[in-house]
Structures are given as C-alpha cells and as structure tokens.
C-alpha cells in the first residue's frame, strides 16, 4: 500500500466530461482523459484492504489493489502486467464498465469509493502510449484447429485465450466488422471504434484470423474445425405488441443504433423522440437521437423509479440497482417511471401519438420517432446446436455485460482446451 493515509488527503475524482452543447455535435468520447498524476493520487485512494472485495466483485478477478499500488508508485509497467494477465480488453472495460468492482469498495461504506475503472483505463492509455502492448505468440502450435463463430467480447475473449495457447483459431463474424456489440450496439461518444480496431491489430499478429461478413447458418459448415464454440449473442428483440404497433416511425433500439453507428444518417432530426425502456441500450438512443437534432426526447419505463442509495435489501458490497443518471441523460432528456404503454396512433400509416396509461391515468404523449429498448429475449437460432456444443457470452447467460463476456469466453476456451487434450489419442 503507497500512501496509508491517501484517502484520508484526497477525495474522490468525478469523471470529467466535455461540456455538452460541444459534445452534442459530434460523436467522439464525451469523457476528458486524466492525467497521470491525477491517476497517482486517485490510486493512493486505495487502502490494500486485507480482503480485497473489489477483486471478488470484478468478474475478470482483476488485481485491483495491487495495480492501484503500483499505479501510485508510478510503476506503471508492472501495474500493465499485471492487468493483462487477467483483462484482454481493459482499454473497453476501463471506458463501460459498470465498474461492479466500485460498489464493492470497502471505501465506499463511509466515502466514495476508489475510482477503480478509470485507474484500469489510465494503465492500459499509459501502456498503449509508451509502446507496451505487443502481440504475444503462443511458444508452440498444437496443430489444432478451431472456430468461433461471433466476434464480440465472448467470442474474442474465447479465440484469443484459444490462439494462445498455440491452437489455430478462425473467428466468423457474420457483419463487415468484428467487434459485436461493442461495435455495431455501443455509440462511439462512449467507445470509439478506433480503440477496438487498435487491439485487434494485435490481435491479427498473433495469428487470430477473422473471416468478416460470414454468417453461420449450420453447424455443417463448421465440419473440419477439432472445436467450435458459438458466441452469437442474445439478439433477439422484446417486441411491444399494443395496437398500432405496425405504423411507421416504431424501431427496436438496436435497428436504430446499428443505422447510427454505420452511417451517422441523422434519422430523428427534428423529431419529437420516445424510447421505451429506460435502461442503458435506452440511454444510448437518447444519446444518439440528441446528436442526430431531436426537437425532443422523452425516455418512459414500466418499472417504478430505482432508489438514488442503497436500500436495506441490497446492502453492501452486493451489486445495487440504482438510479443511474448517464451523460446521455445530462445532454437533454425527459424520463418518466411507472409508465405502461397502450397503443400507438397515428395518422396515414406513421407514428404521431402513444397512448399510455400511469396509475390507471391514461395519457397522450406525441411521438414521430419511437425507439424500443426492452431488452433481448435470446439468441437466434442456428440450424444444428445442441446441449452439448461449446457456447459462451450473452448466448449462454443471456443479456449480460461485457466484462461477464469476456469471464466466459475465458472460461470457454479452458473447456475447449481440456476437452481436445482428453480426445487426444493415448501413446
Ligand atoms: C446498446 C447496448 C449498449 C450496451 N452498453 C454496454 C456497456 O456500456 N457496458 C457493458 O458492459 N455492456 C454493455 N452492453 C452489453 C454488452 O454489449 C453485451 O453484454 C456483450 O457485447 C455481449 O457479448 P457477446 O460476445 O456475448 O455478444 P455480441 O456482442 O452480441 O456479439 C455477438 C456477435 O456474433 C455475431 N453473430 C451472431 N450470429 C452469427 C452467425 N450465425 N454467424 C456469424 N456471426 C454471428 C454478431 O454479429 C455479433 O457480432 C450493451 C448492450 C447494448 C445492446
Ligand atoms: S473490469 Fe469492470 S468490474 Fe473489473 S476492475 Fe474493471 S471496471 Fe471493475
């Protein structure tokens, strides 16, 4: 531990964003990059506890309080080590993390607690920055070959453990670029599509070969491959089915956000913009809608108004569901609770009014652009899966995170690996 008294000295650092009407004009990172020095003293924060619940919160298991250690004695190398033994996606994890290490904090029992996500992001910048990262061969190849179909963070993380440990790996990605989620789902004002495509560089000089606009339809076509593991995410959509529901004008968040991703085209400008669902894809299209000139955007939810603290039923160090207020919101949004959609109306076949319902009080609100963010109900199929074929990310455990993908793909490619020495023939 650096500094024994470091978080009695230093406070909490709050994310610092661009202002918002220069942000809203433009699609890059709203976050203000830190310096090192702020770094060091936000990592002097951390206080080595003996049981480290950060690092029990964090999916990965990263070491938390060690790299926030050498991060304070400006040891940034080894802290970089350190990190990627455990994180092969820390450059994303350290942007859009929920940072499920933070609500574990010991710190934040009585105090804010140490801002773990930026530190993580300052090490992998710093290690980027001074020529660090460099692709890591396997020493030997085993002469196996194996596919993974999907290229988001399951998938990578899968093919990426796989490739290191010297099998072949070929990655199918059925869009013209890898990434999944993170590329096609996520705005570039939280994850600039430059930080993806920088790792993946490295990536291919490892031997990872990616085979883009590839779909998968059935297993047949994986014939020759020794294993395959499907990383194909949970992409199909919760539909709304209230009358109405065929007008024009009515999207799924993720139609709308791939659109935006791809092309930019400014699709709600000048429109008076609902997204239902008030969770973080629904946060996205509030994002995007504002920088593509919405005249407004109003975001509605079923569920009643999450707590602002915790509440005794979820105590710490458990993960809390919190009112959550995200830079998107700060750019301009109306949000309402406890809302429950009836219909939608309209006029010569296009959106113009949804009618909702709160606390049996029905409602108007106008609408020519309707974003719906409910959530994913599961993976679309694949001719030919079974039970027993290797599977991992939100495929398997449903809408997830991507740090929980990136545990799975990590744990998938252990049990390929173990499952291909034990068809090994015996000498
Ligand atoms: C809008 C949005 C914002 C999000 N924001 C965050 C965030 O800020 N932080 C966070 O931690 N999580 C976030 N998430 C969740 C996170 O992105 C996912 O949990 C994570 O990407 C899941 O990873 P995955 O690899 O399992 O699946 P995906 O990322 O969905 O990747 C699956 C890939 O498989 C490909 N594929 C599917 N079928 C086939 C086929 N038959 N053949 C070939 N390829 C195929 C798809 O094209 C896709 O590229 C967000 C999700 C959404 C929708
Ligand atoms: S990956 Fe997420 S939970 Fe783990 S240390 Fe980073 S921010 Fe925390």
Redesign the pocket.
């Known amino acids: 531990m650096g500094d024994v008294k470091g978080f009695l000295k230093i406070k909490r650092s709050k994310t610092e964003y661009r202002p918002v009407c220069e942000r809203v004009l433009d699609y890059h990172d709203v976050v203000k990059p830190r310096s090192d020095e702020q770094s060091r003293d936000q990592a002097s924060r951390c206080m080595d506890c003996g049981t480290p619940f950060c690092h029990w919160a964090c999916p990965l298991a990263n070491y938390i309080p060690e790299w926030n250690d050498l991060v304070f004695h400006q040891q940034w190398e080894k802290a970089y080590d350190l990190l990627k033994a455990t994180n092969i996606l820390p450059e994303v994890?350290g942007r859009?993390?929920?940072a499920l290490c933070e609500h574990s904090c010991v710190l934040g029992i009585n105090d804010d607690p140490v801002t773990i996500r930026e530190n993580e992001l300052a090490i992998i910048e710093y290690a980027f920055k001074h020529g660090l990262v460099k692709p890591e061969l396997p020493k030997k190849r085993t002469g196996k070959k194996i596919a993974v179909?999907?290229?988001?963070?399951?998938?990578?993380s899968c093919a990426v453990h796989l490739n290191r440990q010297g099998h072949k790996v070929t990655v199918?990605?059925?869009?013209d670029k890898?990434?999944?989620?993170?590329?096609?789902?996520?705005?570039d004002f939280?994850?600039e599509k430059k930080i993806l495509d920088r790792r993946i560089s490295v990536w291919k000089k490892e031997g990872l070969v990616f085979k883009t606009n590839?779909?998968?339809?059935d297993k047949k076509e994986l014939k020759g491959f020794a294993a395959v593991c499907f990383?194909?995410?949970?992409?199909v959509p919760r539909d709304l089915k209230v009358p109405g529901r065929d007008l024009k004008g009515i999207h799924f968040?993720?139609d709308y956000?791939v659109r935006s991703n791809k092309s930019k085209k400014a699709e709600a400008k000048g429109k008076k913009v609902v997204v239902i669902g008030g969770g973080?894809?629904g946060a996205?299209?509030v994002g995007t809608a504002n920088r593509q000139g919405a005249s407004c955007v109003v975001q509605i939810e079923i569920m009643p108004q999450p707590a602002d603290r915790r509440t005794a039923d979820c105590p710490w160090p458990t993960f809390p569901r919190l009112l959550k207020t995200t830079s998107s919101h700060e750019e301009g949004a109306e949000r309402h609770w406890s809302i429950i959609t009836r219909k939608f109306v309209g006029k010569n076949g296009r959106i113009g009014q949804i009618i909702c319902e709160k606390d049996g009080q029905p409602f108007a609100i106008e609408a020519d652009l309707v974003i719906l963010?409910m959530g994913?109900i599961g993976?679309?199929p694949?001719k030919g899966l079974n039970s027993k074929d290797f599977t991992?990310?939100?495929?398997?455990r449903g809408?997830?995170?991507?740090?929980?993908?990136i545990h799975?793909?990590e744990n998938a490619a252990e049990a390929i690996s173990n499952y291909l020495f034990l068809r090994e023939p015996k000498r």
């Open positions: 994890t859009v993390c929920p179909v999907g290229s988001g963070p399951a998938g990578l199918f990605e059925r869009d890898v990434g999944g989620l993170m590329r096609y789902g996520i705005p939280k994850l590839h779909e998968i339809k990383a194909c995410g949970s992409r968040a993720m956000l973080d894809t996205d299209c963010a994913f993976p679309e694949i991992c990310g939100d495929m398997r809408q997830s995170l991507i740090v929980w993908a799975e793909g």
